[in-house]
């Protein structure tokens, strides 16, 4: 039996739980339109082409349900946390990477493959010298850049750096989809100072819409996928 199988089974003994009936879940990457094979994972190499449902199913024998993690999170922002006052919510989670999603009316927005606004060119107008947004904003792209642990690089640097990136990346995001709110999480970590910062950086680029969305932060950190499982399972 597989570690995976006895957290499964020593929960459902904790929990008084004979059988799964359903799994909702989020993993990092891009899966097929079934949303069952892992197509794209930088951080899930191994699991690349796999059947992710089919092998989670195998393990429990219930109903699942997989998307991206960050469908899962903002559904969960959406619904219970920092976007529950809104119909179209823009959520962005910034930490290794760069990942965000789209809800609408309490539900993620229908995509033929899947959101990766972390994955988008900025910068430049020669294409060969455009950056990926990933790499400029995330901590793993200022570790690669700085030859450090995001917590080795001096926070002033560190904050300054990414919060400029940010404001490209999400001015761009914003117009791709209107949304009413922008809510930013992840381990980055900004606080409610840096986060009107970056809000009024967003502005000075923006100069086609003439009203802007609000900014929050994300209220549930590692806990955000979960309220979204829930969510979707009301649905």
């Keep these: ?23 909702i879940g989020g993993i990092p990457g891009t899966l097929g339109k079934d949303r069952n094979v892992l197509k794209r994972s930088p951080n899930l190499p191994a699991w690349k ?9 195998d393990t429990i024998e219930a109903e699942v349900e997989i998307y991206n993690d960050a469908d899962m999170v903002g559904l969960g922002e959406a619904k219970y946390g920092a ?10 989670t910034v930490s290794t990477g760069i990942g965000g999603t789209r809800i609408v009316d ?3 927005d229908r995509a033929a493959i899947g959101f990766e606004p972390g994955h988008q060119y900025i910068l430049g107008g020669d294409i060969d ?5 990933e790499d400029l904003a995330s ?4 570790s690669k850049k700085y030859g450090k ?3 080795e690089i001096e926070s002033a640097v560190y904050q300054s750096e990414i919060i400029n990136h940010l404001a490209i990346g999400i001015h761009n995001s914003i117009l791709h989809w209107s949304p009413e709110v922008v809510i930013v999480g992840g381990g980055i970590g900004l606080n409610e100072f840096e986060m009107g910062e970056l ?19 994300a209220e549930f950190d590692d806990f955000g996928g979960l309220y979204g499982a829930l969510a979707y399972s009301k649905n």
């Excluded at 039996?1 to 799994?23: C, F, P, T, Y």
């Excluded at 976007?83 to 962005?92: D, H, R």
């Excluded at 010298?129 to 947004?133: G, I, V």
């Design 149 to 151: 642990e995001p917590e």
């Design 1 to 23: 039996m597989s570690v995976w199988q006895q957290n499964i089974e020593e929960m459902k003994k904790r929990e008084g739980v004979d059988k799964i009936e359903l799994a």
């Design 106 to 108: 309490g539900n993620i």
């Design 83 to 92: 976007g529950t006052e809104f119909n179209i919510v823009m959520y962005l």
């Design 199 to 217: 809000r009024n950086k967003v502005d000075k680029i923006t100069d086609i819409f003439y009203e802007m969305p609000e900014f929050k932060l």
């Design 129 to 133: 010298k455009m950056e990926d947004f």
């Design 49 to 57: 082409d796999k059947s992710v449902r089919d092998i989670i199913w």
């Design 139 to 142: 901590g793993s792209g200022l």
